[in-house]
Protein backbone atom coordinates (compact mmCIF):
# COMPACT_ATOMS: atom_id res chain seq x y z
CA UNK A 1 0.00 0.00 0.00
CA UNK A 2 3.14 2.40 -0.25
CA UNK A 3 2.09 5.58 -2.21
CA UNK A 4 -1.73 5.13 -2.10
CA UNK A 5 -3.65 7.18 -2.14
CA UNK A 6 -6.26 4.83 -0.36
CA UNK A 7 -4.41 4.18 2.29
CA UNK A 8 -6.20 6.45 4.75
CA UNK A 9 -9.69 6.30 2.78
CA UNK A 10 -12.67 4.44 4.50
CA UNK A 11 -14.73 2.77 2.16
CA UNK A 12 -18.32 1.14 2.74
CA UNK A 13 -18.79 -1.62 0.41
CA UNK A 14 -22.51 -2.70 -0.19
CA UNK A 15 -23.16 -5.72 -2.20
CA UNK A 16 -25.63 -9.13 -1.62
CA UNK A 17 -24.13 -11.56 -4.07
CA UNK A 18 -21.65 -13.16 -1.83
CA UNK A 19 -19.18 -14.22 -4.46
CA UNK A 20 -19.46 -10.76 -6.06
CA UNK A 21 -18.74 -9.65 -1.90
CA UNK A 22 -15.85 -11.63 -1.35
CA UNK A 23 -14.29 -10.79 -4.95
CA UNK A 24 -14.58 -7.10 -4.59
CA UNK A 25 -13.52 -7.13 -0.52
CA UNK A 26 -10.09 -8.47 -1.29
CA UNK A 27 -9.63 -6.49 -4.06
CA UNK A 28 -10.62 -3.18 -1.77
CA UNK A 29 -8.50 -4.63 1.22
CA UNK A 30 -5.65 -4.61 -1.02
CA UNK A 31 -5.95 -0.91 -1.67
CA UNK A 32 -6.73 0.08 1.43
CA UNK A 33 -6.77 -1.07 4.70
CA UNK A 34 -10.65 0.57 6.13
CA UNK A 35 -13.03 -1.33 4.20
CA UNK A 36 -16.33 -2.14 5.97
CA UNK A 37 -18.86 -4.57 4.37
CA UNK A 38 -22.26 -4.84 4.21
CA UNK A 39 -25.06 -7.49 2.87
CA UNK A 40 -27.87 -5.32 2.08
CA UNK A 41 -28.81 -1.77 1.89
CA UNK A 42 -30.46 -1.74 5.30
CA UNK A 43 -26.93 -3.15 6.80
CA UNK A 44 -25.46 -0.58 4.35
CA UNK A 45 -27.37 2.49 6.10
CA UNK A 46 -26.46 0.57 9.99
CA UNK A 47 -22.48 0.46 8.95
CA UNK A 48 -22.90 3.84 7.43
CA UNK A 49 -24.08 5.14 10.90
CA UNK A 50 -21.31 2.95 13.10
CA UNK A 51 -18.16 3.38 10.56
CA UNK A 52 -18.60 6.79 9.10
CA UNK A 53 -16.68 6.05 5.75
CA UNK A 54 -15.19 8.68 3.53
CA UNK A 55 -16.32 6.98 0.28
CA UNK A 56 -19.45 4.27 -0.43
CA UNK A 57 -19.61 1.84 -3.52
CA UNK A 58 -22.78 0.19 -3.21
CA UNK A 59 -24.85 -2.15 -5.82
CA UNK A 60 -28.61 -0.91 -6.47
CA UNK A 61 -30.76 -4.29 -6.34
CA UNK A 62 -30.54 -5.80 -2.65
CA UNK A 63 -32.71 -6.90 -0.22
CA UNK A 64 -34.39 -4.71 2.47
CA UNK A 65 -33.41 -1.61 1.08
CA UNK A 66 -31.92 -1.17 -1.91
CA UNK A 67 -28.79 0.78 -3.24
CA UNK A 68 -31.22 4.02 -4.07
CA UNK A 69 -32.86 4.22 -1.30
CA UNK A 70 -30.37 3.12 0.92
CA UNK A 71 -28.29 6.40 -0.89
CA UNK A 72 -31.49 8.51 -0.39
CA UNK A 73 -31.05 8.04 3.25
CA UNK A 74 -27.66 8.40 3.94
CA UNK A 75 -27.64 12.08 1.49
CA UNK A 76 -30.34 13.45 3.35
CA UNK A 77 -27.43 13.27 6.98
CA UNK A 78 -24.28 13.80 4.59
CA UNK A 79 -25.13 15.43 1.14
CA UNK A 80 -21.48 15.25 -0.11
CA UNK A 81 -20.64 11.90 0.69
CA UNK A 82 -19.45 10.22 -2.90
CA UNK A 83 -21.84 7.19 -3.63
CA UNK A 84 -20.46 4.73 -6.19
CA UNK A 85 -23.69 2.61 -7.26
CA UNK A 86 -23.08 -0.63 -9.41
CA UNK A 87 -26.43 -2.43 -10.97
CA UNK A 88 -26.72 -4.73 -14.12
CA UNK A 89 -29.39 -2.97 -15.30
CA UNK A 90 -28.95 -0.06 -17.46
CA UNK A 91 -32.67 0.92 -17.03
CA UNK A 92 -32.68 5.02 -18.05
CA UNK A 93 -35.16 5.12 -14.89
CA UNK A 94 -32.13 4.31 -12.60
CA UNK A 95 -29.56 6.84 -13.72
CA UNK A 96 -32.40 9.44 -13.50
CA UNK A 97 -33.34 8.21 -9.84
CA UNK A 98 -29.66 8.63 -8.84
CA UNK A 99 -28.83 11.82 -10.60
CA UNK A 100 -31.84 13.04 -8.37
CA UNK A 101 -30.72 12.04 -5.31
CA UNK A 102 -27.31 13.25 -5.82
CA UNK A 103 -25.43 9.70 -6.70
CA UNK A 104 -21.99 10.84 -7.66
CA UNK A 105 -20.90 7.43 -9.89
CA UNK A 106 -22.88 4.63 -11.64
CA UNK A 107 -21.02 1.66 -13.26
CA UNK A 108 -22.70 -1.17 -14.72
CA UNK A 109 -22.16 -4.54 -14.25
CA UNK A 110 -20.10 -6.92 -14.59
CA UNK A 111 -18.02 -4.12 -12.60
CA UNK A 112 -14.12 -3.60 -13.83
CA UNK A 113 -12.39 -3.47 -10.88
CA UNK A 114 -9.68 -0.79 -12.46
CA UNK A 115 -12.66 1.06 -13.34
CA UNK A 116 -13.46 0.95 -10.11
CA UNK A 117 -10.84 2.08 -8.38
CA UNK A 118 -10.35 4.44 -11.03
CA UNK A 119 -13.76 5.86 -9.76
CA UNK A 120 -12.83 5.80 -5.83
CA UNK A 121 -8.96 7.24 -6.32
CA UNK A 122 -11.05 10.17 -8.33
CA UNK A 123 -12.98 10.96 -5.43
CA UNK A 124 -10.02 9.89 -2.98
CA UNK A 125 -7.77 12.63 -3.57
CA UNK A 126 -10.55 15.46 -3.90
CA UNK A 127 -11.42 14.14 0.08
CA UNK A 128 -7.35 14.60 0.46
CA UNK A 129 -7.20 17.67 -0.79
CA UNK A 130 -10.08 19.08 0.93
CA UNK A 131 -8.50 17.56 4.30
CA UNK A 132 -5.32 18.99 3.57
CA UNK A 133 -6.94 22.54 2.64
CA UNK A 134 -9.24 22.31 6.43
CA UNK A 135 -5.72 21.42 7.99
CA UNK A 136 -3.94 24.95 6.67
CA UNK A 137 -6.70 27.04 7.32
CA UNK A 138 -6.25 25.54 10.77
CA UNK A 139 -2.89 26.46 11.71
CA UNK A 140 -3.23 29.85 9.62
CA UNK A 141 -6.03 30.64 12.13
CA UNK A 142 -3.68 29.79 14.99
CA UNK A 143 -0.56 32.25 13.24
CA UNK A 144 -3.91 34.98 13.30
CA UNK A 145 -4.71 34.17 16.82
CA UNK A 146 -1.43 34.28 18.36
CA UNK A 147 -1.17 38.08 17.17
CA UNK A 148 -2.84 40.46 19.95
CA UNK A 149 -3.86 42.88 17.03
CA UNK A 150 -6.78 42.77 15.67
CA UNK A 151 -6.69 40.99 12.33
CA UNK A 152 -10.17 40.49 9.46
CA UNK A 153 -10.10 39.95 5.83
CA UNK A 154 -13.45 40.25 4.56
CA UNK A 155 -15.05 40.57 1.54
CA UNK A 156 -18.22 42.82 0.62
CA UNK A 157 -20.43 40.46 2.32
CA UNK A 158 -18.98 38.02 4.49
CA UNK A 159 -15.57 37.97 6.67
CA UNK A 160 -13.30 35.24 5.16
CA UNK A 161 -11.49 34.82 8.45
CA UNK A 162 -10.43 37.15 11.78
CA UNK A 163 -8.53 36.59 15.11
CA UNK A 164 -9.72 36.05 18.69
CA UNK A 165 -8.94 39.89 19.04
CA UNK A 166 -11.50 40.54 16.91
CA UNK A 167 -14.11 38.30 18.16
CA UNK A 168 -13.03 39.73 21.86
CA UNK A 169 -13.25 43.18 20.67
CA UNK A 170 -16.71 43.22 19.12
CA UNK A 171 -17.80 40.91 22.14
CA UNK A 172 -18.68 38.05 19.72
CA UNK A 173 -18.27 34.28 19.80
CA UNK A 174 -17.69 33.56 15.97
CA UNK A 175 -17.90 35.38 12.71
CA UNK A 176 -21.84 34.54 12.33
CA UNK A 177 -22.28 36.29 15.51
CA UNK A 178 -20.72 39.51 14.35
CA UNK A 179 -22.71 39.39 10.91
CA UNK A 180 -25.65 38.49 12.88
CA UNK A 181 -24.80 41.49 15.46
CA UNK A 182 -23.97 43.66 12.78
CA UNK A 183 -26.14 43.95 9.23
CA UNK A 184 -23.20 44.68 7.12
CA UNK A 185 -18.87 44.57 7.60
CA UNK A 186 -18.32 48.38 6.94
CA UNK A 187 -21.05 49.41 9.39
CA UNK A 188 -18.70 49.13 12.05
CA UNK A 189 -15.95 50.95 9.87
CA UNK A 190 -17.79 53.42 9.31
CA UNK A 191 -18.24 56.87 11.19
CA UNK A 192 -21.47 57.72 12.26
CA UNK A 193 -23.74 60.82 11.43
Known amino acids: MKNNILVDIKILYVEDDENIRKIFTKFLLRKTKHVEVAINGEDGYIKFLEFNPDIIVSDINMPKLNGLEMSKKIKKI???????????????????????????????????????????????????????????????QSVINSDKNIIVAFNSSSIVFSNKSFLHFYNVNNNNDFLNKYTHVFDTFLSEK
Not at 111 to 129: R, T
Open 78 to 140: INDIPIILTSAHNDAKYYTEAIAIGVNHYLSKPVNAEELLHSIELYAKNLLFERKQKEQEKIL
